[in-house]
Each structure stands twice: as C-alpha cells, then as structure tokens.
C-alpha cells in the first residue's frame, strides 16, 4: 500500500460497546499506523472512556484533527442517548467539546455507523450501511452524503423486541449462531423490502458470522475500512 503523507492527519476513534478502536489516516482515508484498540471501560461513562482514549493515543504519532465515531445518536458533537453505555451518563454531554480540549485538537463526533458509513460506502446511488456489534448500527447515505441519522436500534421488529435486542451481541450469546443466522436473514428481508437499497454493507465484529449466501447487492466490510470514515467527515471526497 502506498502511504501518503502530506495533508491532514486525522486521528480516527471508534467507541464501540466492547473496545474502542483507533488509527491515524491521512486526507484519503489511508492508515498511518495500524489500528490498535483497548477495551472499553466500565462504567463506561465519559470520564472513563475519555481516559482510555487517552492511553489509547499516548504513543500514535502526530494529528491534526479528531474523527470520533459515538454508538448513540450524536446532535452537533453533543451526545443525546448511549444506549449501550448508559444514557444517564452521557445525556447532553458535550463529547466533541471536552474532546477538542483534552487531545488540543478539534473533533468532531458522530454516530459510530455513520462514520462507518461514510469509510465504506461506493458513493453511487442510495446505500445502506449496517454494523453488528453490541448494538445494531445503520447509516443512509446517498451519492455518498450522509443522510439524517435514525435510530433504527431502537425500533422493534418483533413485538417489543427492538434490532438491538433482536441481534445485537446478547442475542447472539442467547440465540445461538444458527438462531442469529435465521434472525438476520429475516432482517435483511425487511431492509430490502422498506429501503430499496441500491447497496447493503454489513460491517461490525460480528458480520463475519454470517453463514448464508447473500445477494450480489450486499458486501461485508472490514471495521478497519469503517474507520477510514473518520477522514472524510475533515476531508470530503472531491467529486
Ligand atoms: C445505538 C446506535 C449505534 C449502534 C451500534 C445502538 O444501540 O442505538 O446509535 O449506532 O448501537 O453501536
């Protein structure tokens, strides 16, 4: 891979359920160094997770700006829900702000799966994203801008049952693989009858378990292509 240096340097952060993952990328999105991660703290509150982000970047090299991807709903680098966080902890609080002040560089904060969102997709016509973890991830984007974001997590697909719980990681130690396997395929089923993707990437530690065939629209993606979103949110892809 050719690395090129100049331009932006762009510390790229992902706070996921389990770990939070980081990188430094340059303005094409490309990895600096490899991405390392620790786990993620508990209580996972933001003095704890900003405390291991700390650490987690004490020996990167330079940067000249922070991408951080938040697994809640994010308005304006200010946190409104964490739901596999805590909430209590993190509602209003200004992530992006306390961020800016602790690391000296600006950042910006959003979703996790629209940062996502933004490193994977193919920029062409209207895509999806999804990410299976801890929580069930979702992005729109379409010709490569990001849409609004929704929580569609939180939405239930089966009684009271929401994405989350449906096939989120507890789901998945409780279901079984093969059960998950029936529950994704299911879900897949209904993204594509209500989203009429021209596209689906399925990314998140646990895409890899999937076990059926898919359609030829639908692509699984490495978490570590998800973080080279860090570097479009600072440097949008020139047309
Ligand atoms: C949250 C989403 C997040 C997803 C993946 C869900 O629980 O509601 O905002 O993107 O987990 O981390």
Do not use: C
Request: proline letters at 4%.
């Amino acid at each position: 891979m050719k690395i090129k240096k100049a331009g932006l340097q762009i510390l790229s952060i992902d706070i996921g359920g389990s770990h939070i993952k980081g990188t430094v990328l340059n303005e094409l999105g490309e990895l600096q160094i490899d991405y390392a991660k620790v786990v993620t703290p508990k209580p996972a509150d933001p003095l704890h997770v900003i405390n291991a982000i700390k650490k987690l970047v004490r020996s990167f090299p330079h940067y000249d700006k922070v991408a951080v991807g938040f697994p809640g709903y994010v308005k304006n680098g200010i946190i409104i829900t964490a739901p596999n966080l805590g909430t209590d902890a993190w509602h209003n609080f200004n992530l992006s702000g306390k961020l800016t002040e602790v690391l000296e560089k600006t950042t910006k904060v959003v979703n996790d799966a629209d940062m996502q969102g933004l490193g994977v997709a193919d920029r062409k016509g209207f895509e999806m994203v999804i990410t299976l973890g801890t929580g069930f991830g979702t992005a729109l984007l379409m010709d490569g801008n990001l849409l609004p974001h929704l929580e569609l997590a939180h939405h239930p697909v089966y009684k009271k049952i929401t994405y989350d719980e449906y096939i989120g990681e507890k789901a998945l130690k409780k279901q079984g693989l093969k059960n998950w396997n029936k529950r994704i395929y299911k879900v897949i089923l209904i993204l594509k009858t209500v989203f009429n993707y021209d596209k689906l990437f399925i990314g998140g530690g646990n895409a890899s378990k999937i076990n059926f065939a898919l359609d030829k629209n639908i692509k699984i993606v490495a978490n570590a292509d998800g973080i080279k979103g860090g570097a479009r949110l600072w440097v949008p892809e020139k047309k």
